[in-house]
């Protein structure tokens, strides 16, 4: 009898967007029927985002988002709803944005484009 081969899974990656890990001081806000929170952005982009928790909703959940893109600068604020893609148990959660009104979604594409130039204009 021969020996099987153990084969890992490929993962694949299913997001439409690239993310990028997103500056610290990011914060979003987020509600889901009666429960809200305040939670450091991990990765965003065009497509979703992960939001560092202790505490995640479930998947399948829906959620509002307001997205701090620039702090302390009015009117910069995104705004979406999204539906909790991915969890993971004390740390946090990623959600897809399933809802975005046209200069909201500018934004997040500027915020994007502005975090990739600063990414790629660094030297390694």
């Not at 990656?13 to 952005?41: F, H, M, T």
């Not at 009117?75 to 893609?85: E, F, I, K, L, P």
């Not at 975005?100 to 390694?124: A, C, H």
């Amino acid at each position: 009898m021969t020996e099987a081969k153990v084969i890992a899974p490929q993962h694949k990656d299913l997001r439409n967007y690239p993310r990028i890990s997103a500056p610290k001081e990011l914060v979003v806000v987020w509600r889901s029927g009666d429960q809200r929170g305040a939670s450091c952005l991990g990765t965003v982009g065009l497509g979703g985002l992960f939001l560092k928790t202790p505490k995640p909703l479930t998947a399948g959940s829906a959620v509002e988002l307001v997205i701090q893109v620039s702090p302390g600068t009015p009117g910069t604020d995104v705004r979406a709803r999204a539906v909790v893609y991915n969890v993971k148990p004390g740390e946090g959660m990623g959600v897809k944005f399933v809802q975005m009104r046209g200069d909201d979604r500018l934004r997040l594409n500027q915020f994007l484009q502005t975090q990739f130039k600063r990414f790629y204009s660094v030297p390694r």
